[in-house]
Nanobody, 118 residues
Framework: QVQLAESGGGLVQAGGSLRLSCAAS????????MGWYRQAPGKQRELVAV???????NYADSVKGRFTISRDNAKNTVYLQMSSLKPEDTAVYYC????????????WGQGTQVTVSS
């Protein structure tokens, strides 16, 4: 089972920036997609951004142009650079690592809080 360790959350003013990191360990079968999801109070968890092992990103419409996902395969680490943050970005951000081939798996980090004040 892959373990994921997130870091970089915190409190920031609207318009500010934060960078989240997520390092994977315990990998036996190579990870395919790595991504970030978020869950605000009273809402369902939603996709923020995902990046394939080849480096192809996909973003939720709400963060396009403001967030950038990147990945260092040598370090098994995924990053989320968040800029022009808005109060509605406030949520717990979860890292996810997914293998799409057999043996399939989907692992989650413990989550890191991001709070954007207005």
């Amino acid at each position: 089972q892959v373990q994921l360790a997130e870091s970089g959350g915190g409190l920031v003013q609207a318009g500010g920036s934060l960078r989240l990191s997520c390092a994977a360990s315990g990998i036996i079968f190579r990870i395919d997609d790595m991504g970030w999801y978020r869950q605000a109070p009273g809402k369902q968890r939603e996709l923020v951004a995902v990046i394939s092992s080849a480096g192809m990103p996909n973003y939720a419409d709400s963060v396009k142009g403001r967030f950038t996902i990147s990945r260092d395969n040598a370090k098994n680490t995924v990053y989320l650079q968040m800029s022009s943050l808005k109060p509605e970005d406030t949520a717990v951000y979860y890292c996810n690592a997914k293998r799409l081939r057999i043996p399939e798996y989907s692992s989650w980090g413990q989550g890191t809080q991001v709070t954007v004040s207005s």
